[in-house]
């Protein structure tokens, strides 16, 4: 066999190889119980278990204020394994300036976390954090979600409480499904691997796969159910004494 033929047939089984790799790879998660039902934004947004734990405005990550106009939704993982990691516990850290970042605030900061059994909202949506790629658009235009991995905690409900805030906020404020990203998305300046393998849970083999096609599934399902229908009040009572805004009117400077 000429040597010209046998290199071609050499690439071209290579490259068969690296598609039916691909083609086969599956989603890792088949552990989710189906999306469920919702009636209305409004029954969605209750499942979410939402709470608002500002970080205070002045103190640590919001010592200055930058304002932003949301138009995309990014999701993480923690990476922090310790028991009790959970919502509450980011949100004190939060609070207390606790976690320090290389960036032009000199902490790190984000919008959600979500455990699984609740939500807790630090930062107004109107507000820029610092959770993505410094002065990239990652940080200047996106809601920043963290997703809980302590120890002990059932990840398939961090996971699916995740895509149910997703929804809500691409129909609070009209993000398209193509704008909900994993961190991986956004390329980091200075980093010999600019592209993050976050939330690693999400990806397969560091980047965005059958996994993260999945998620994003998911998130479309809860989005399908909600996006024809109106809120019905801009506040939506959660218990007493607490009450949650993440419409359009959480859109200003205040928090």
């Not at 050499?10 to 599956?26: P, R």
């Amino acid at each position: 066999m000429p040597p010209a033929i046998r290199l071609l047939l050499t690439a071209t089984l290579g490259a068969l190889v690296v598609l039916a790799s691909t083609s086969c790879q599956s989603s890792k998660l088949t552990y989710l119980e189906p999306p469920t039902q919702f009636e209305s934004p409004e029954e969605l947004f209750y499942s979410l278990n939402l709470e608002q734990d500002f970080i205070r405005r002045g103190t640590a990550g919001r010592w200055k204020f930058r304002p932003m106009q949301p138009r995309y939704i990014t999701l993480h993982s923690t990476q922090n394994y310790a028991h009790g990691a959970d919502a509450h516990r980011h949100a004190l850290a939060l609070k207390r300036g606790a976690l320090k970042g290389h960036n032009s605030l000199g902490y790190m900061t984000w919008h959600f976390t979500v455990d699984d059994y609740h939500t807790v909202q630090h930062l107004p949506t109107s507000e820029r954090g610092e959770h993505a790629d410094f002065e990239g658009p990652g940080n200047r235009y996106s809601i920043g979600i963290e997703m809980c991995e302590h120890a002990g905690h059932d990840r398939a409900k961090t996971v699916d409480r995740s895509a149910r805030l997703a929804a809500a906020l691409m129909h609070a404020y009209d993000i398209p499904l193509r704008n909900v990203v994993p961190h991986h998305h956004w390329p980091r300046a200075y980093y010999k691997q600019p592209h993050k393998n976050c939330p690693h849970f999400l990806l397969d083999n560091g980047k965005p796969g059958a996994t993260w096609r999945d998620y994003r599934k998911r998130v479309k399902a809860y989005y399908t159910q909600i996006k024809d229908k109106k809120l019905a009040a801009p506040v939506f009572p959660l218990s007493p004494g607490r009450v949650t805004r993440i419409d359009r009117d959480n859109h200003g400077p205040r928090g």
